[in-house]
T-cell receptor, first 114, second 117 residues
Framework: AQSVAQPEDQVNVAEGNPLTVKCTYS??????LFWYVQYPNRGLQFLLK??????LVKGSYGFEAEFNKSQTSFHLKKPSALVSDSALYFC????????????FGSGTKLNVKP | GAVVSQHPSRVICKSGTSVKIECRSL??????MFWYRQFPKKSLMLMAT?????????EQGVEKDKFLINHASLTLSTLTVTSAHPEDSSFYIC?????????????FGPGTRLTVT
């Protein structure tokens, strides 16, 4: 079965510090992995994806993620956090069969303190 | 590009009534759309896959007679919550994928907050 785990309900960082939001996955075949961000009462915004190629993927707003096949992880990172990065972050895996459905992790709330 | 809209953004209805939520792809045609439900501080639960011109595919545990999905055109899918109950109160989000080679990500609508009183 396909699944995504985000082990941290909440991550707190100070503005200007690096941030990491963790994600691990379990999927049959090659993983298609994604990060989305959600602001209060809003839909999800696409940040970045890993399909193939370089393990380090760069996305929107200065975020990047590192695909690690041996650890089945896809952690989201940013070198210097901003207060405006405070939001709910979701990791997702795309199932390549059956209409290409997405399955989401439980979400991690990122709090960036000034 | 790749904008998905939802209407209404918020709706309050009385218990026992039905409410329809629309999901539109504004600048692309979507043969497949997805409906999710999100509880407070929880992840998105995939409810069903909406296919243009055919019946929706529901996830296990989702009542197809309660959550009616119609994908009548390549740009519109609707979710109707029938005989709504307070426990149906939730945030409903739709998404679609741009049908282009190499376009893997889904684009999400802004969501609809349903409150059943």
């Amino acid at each position: 079965a396909q699944s995504v785990a985000q082990p941290e309900d909440q991550v707190n960082v100070a503005e200007g510090n690096p941030l990491t939001v963790k994600c691990t996955y379990s999927v049959s075949g090659n993983p298609y992995l994604f990060w989305y961000v959600q602001y209060p009462n809003r839909g999800l915004q696409f940040l970045l994806k890993y399909i193939t190629g370089d393990n380090l993927v760069k996305g929107s707003y200065g975020f990047e993620a590192e695909f690690n096949k041996s650890q089945t992880s896809f952690h989201l990172k940013k070198p210097s956090a901003l207060v405006s990065d405070s939001a709910l972050y979701f990791c997702a895996v795309r199932v390549t069969y059956n209409f290409n459905k997405f399955y989401f992790g439980s979400g991690t709330k990122l709090n960036v303190k000034p | 590009g790749a904008v998905v809209s939802q209407h209404p953004s918020r709706v309050i209805c009385k218990s026992g009534t039905s409410v329809k939520i629309e999901c539109r792809s504004l600048d692309f045609q979507a043969t497949t759309m997805f409906w999710y439900r999100q509880f407070p501080k929880k992840s998105l639960m995939l409810m069903a896959t909406s296919n243009e011109g055919s019946k929706a595919t529901y996830e296990q545990g989702v009542e197809k007679d309660k959550f009616l999905i119609n994908h009548a055109s390549l740009t519109l899918s609707t979710l109707t919550v029938t005989s709504a109950h307070p426990e149906d109160s939730s945030f409903y989000i739709c998404s679609a994928r741009v049908p282009l080679a190499g376009a893997y990500e889904q684009y999400f609508g802004p969501g609809t907050r349903l409150t059943v009183t």
